[in-house]
């Protein structure tokens, strides 16, 4: 018997009531409308920011309340102690993004801290994640890329991104808090991972506290994963390694054509799987001298780990070895990890309704048919569905 069965439904939606069960069941009927979420996702976005009556209530009540935990932190708890009573932790995420001024990056470098506090009350959040244009203007992330020399003004400005990053990393680092840092377009992921770099260099001594984000569709991560361990060991601290497979296709396709370069993207899924689990496998080799996240809602990739970690005798809730999904998806890995005493958490974002818009758009977009997530998904909640006779 497999130490682990993905597709037991009783357990994937133990969490759920029938009417929770049920609506989740309508949402994702109406995800899997590829013409439905092109548009909706337009008029949706549309609506919230012209402040129409009724926009901001449909979206909490629908697709926020599927894949968002709450507005605010404290709006998370109740999100969090449901995840909790299931053996499952939650990973705090600010779901704020492409903003471009000073007094932004600083509210959002305050809210982090806030989640790093939030965070270290609590047994069930180890970690809190970020993203670096967050806290930094895309535009100077792309001049530093470029390594043309800095103008005074933009200098000035590369010194507040890099206090804002260590206040949020020193205040996880003081208060036993982990920090994941998302990794972006491939054309300002150089400038991310010499922050991070840093980052990792200073408070990566004794423990993991900074993680680097690991896209494997890119041709290039799976090198530059072993070089940053490689690169860890001789600078004398530990890497933090999250992987992921990738969120940016359609756009890095798109700028590599229009600007004459290689496609930095792997050319089908097979190659990103492959690269993906040899990855994964590397990592767990590691497992004492790195810290890994397995963010993937691919069952495949989940299922890989848990016969490394049986196979080399790691605990199963081994402190480096870290499962991840998002809130809302793929509930049939997650809980049937934690069930198995797997260390899981469901990645939580939070914020308000406006602010978080794009982030959903994409959850939804994902979901469509064309990816095949809904259709895996919807599967499990009918057949969930089914077994309790609803």
């Known amino acids: 018997m497999p130490v682990v069965d993905f597709s037991n439904t009783e357990i994937a939606f133990s969490h759920l009531s029938n009417s929770e069960l049920k609506?989740?069941?309508?949402?994702?009927?109406?995800?899997?409308?590829?013409?439905?979420?092109?548009?909706?996702?337009?008029?949706?976005?549309?609506?919230?920011?012209?402040?129409?009556p009724f926009a901001e209530t449909i979206v909490k009540n629908t697709i926020f309340e599927q894949f968002c935990g709450g507005t605010t932190l404290l709006d998370c708890q109740e999100n969090i102690d449901r995840l909790a009573a299931f053996n499952t932790l939650s990973i705090l995420d600010y779901g704020v993004e492409a903003k471009e001024t000073e007094t932004d990056f600083n509210l959002t470098m305050n809210e982090n801290i806030r989640a790093i506090d939030f965070a270290s009350r609590s047994p069930h959040i180890p970690v809190v994640s970020t993203k670096v244009t967050g806290v930094a203007r895309f535009g100077l992330l792309e001049r530093m890329?470029?390594?043309?020399?800095?103008?005074?003004?933009?200098?000035?400005?590369?010194?507040?991104?890099?206090?804002?990053?260590?206040?949020?990393?020193?205040?996880a680092a003081t208060k036993g808090v982990s920090v994941f840092i998302?990794?972006?377009?491939?054309?300002?992921?150089?400038?991310?991972?010499?922050?991070?770099?840093?980052?990792?260099?200073?408070?990566?001594?004794?423990?993991?506290?900074v993680y680097n984000?690991?896209?494997?569709?890119?041709?290039?991560?799976?090198?530059?994963?072993?070089?940053?361990?490689?690169?860890a060991q001789n600078a004398g601290f530990l890497l933090g390694a999250k992987l992921v497979r990738g969120a940016y296709m359609e756009k890095e396709r798109i700028r590599a054509e229009e600007m004459g370069y290689e496609n930095p993207i792997n050319p089908d899924k097979n190659a990103t799987d492959d690269h993906y689990n040899t990855a994964l496998r590397f990592c767990v080799d590691h497992i004492e001298t790195l810290a890994l996240c397995n963010a993937s809602h691919n069952a495949d990739s989940a299922m890989l780990q848990v016969e490394l970690m049986d196979k080399k005798g790691i605990a199963h809730n081994h402190p480096n070895c870290l499962f991840s999904q998002l809130f809302g998806m793929s509930d049939n890995?997650?809980?049937?990890?934690?069930?198995?005493?797997?260390?899981?958490?469901k990645y939580v974002p939070y914020g308000q309704v406006s602010d978080v818009i794009p982030y959903l758009i994409r959850r939804a977009q994902e979901n469509t048919t064309v990816t095949g997530d809904v259709g895996r998904e919807l599967g499990l909640i009918t057949e969930e569905l089914k077994r309790r006779g609803l």
């Not at 377009?185 to 004794?206: C, F, G, P, T």
């Not at 984000?213 to 690169?231: A, G, I």
């Not at 890995?333 to 958490?345: E, K, M, Q, S, Y």
């Open 182 to 209: 998302d990794a972006e377009e491939s054309w300002i992921q150089d400038a991310i991972d010499h922050l991070v770099w840093l980052m990792m260099k200073r408070y990566n001594k004794k423990r993991v506290v």
């Open 145 to 171: 890329q470029s390594e043309q020399e800095l103008t005074k003004s933009e200098l000035a400005e590369y010194r507040n991104v890099l206090k804002r990053i260590d206040a949020i990393c020193y205040h």
């Open 333 to 345: 890995v997650t809980f049937n990890l934690a069930n198995a005493g797997f260390r899981v958490a």
């Open 23 to 52: 609506k989740t069941a309508w949402l994702f009927k109406l995800m899997s409308r590829a013409w439905l979420v092109k548009y909706g996702s337009g008029v949706g976005l549309w609506a919230v920011e012209k402040g129409m």
């Open 213 to 231: 984000t690991f896209q494997l569709y890119r041709k290039d991560r799976l090198q530059f994963l072993t070089e940053s361990y490689d690169r």
